[in-house]
Nanobody, 124 residues
Framework: QVRLVESGGGLVQAGGSLRLSCAAS????????MGWFRQAPGKEREFVAAISWTGGSTNYADSVKGRFTISRDNAKNTVYLQMNSLKPEDTAVYYC?????????????????WGQGTQVTVSS
């Protein structure tokens, strides 16, 4: 059974940084793309970033491009999201997801498994 556990969320001031981690278990981590999504209060879940199985290809939402960086360590079965220059509008619950292919798709339907989420709050 696949399990994804996020960590690293918290409260930070605008302009600050956070690094989210997602530890995966249950199937061959290095065979699948990974993604990060977020959901703010009263809004639908939205795509943030995705990375292909080898880490050679990444995709980002326009709203985070240039500020966030997704990476993975296949030896540690972990995917990361480095978030810099945080803004109050980045406040959301951030979810890690494991894809059903090797490709870094941006749509949630391409992801089979989801973590419980970690809260990120950015104060102004």
């Amino acid at each position: 059974q696949v399990r994804l556990v996020e960590s690293g969320g918290g409260l930070v001031q605008a302009g600050g940084s956070l690094r989210l981690s997602c530890a995966a278990s249950g199937r061959t981590f290095s065979s699948y793309a990974m993604g990060w999504f977020r959901q703010a209060p009263g809004k639908e879940r939205e795509f943030v970033a995705a990375i292909s199985w080898t880490g050679g290809s990444t995709n980002y939402a326009d709203s985070v491009k240039g500020r966030f960086t997704i990476s993975r360590d296949n030896a540690k079965n972990t995917v990361y999201l480095q978030m810099n220059s945080l803004k109050p509008e980045d406040t959301a619950v951030y979810y890690c997801a494991q894809g059903n292919t090797r490709i870094a798709f941006t749509t949630s339907t391409r992801y089979d498994y989801w973590g419980q989420g970690t809260q990120v709050t950015v104060s102004s």
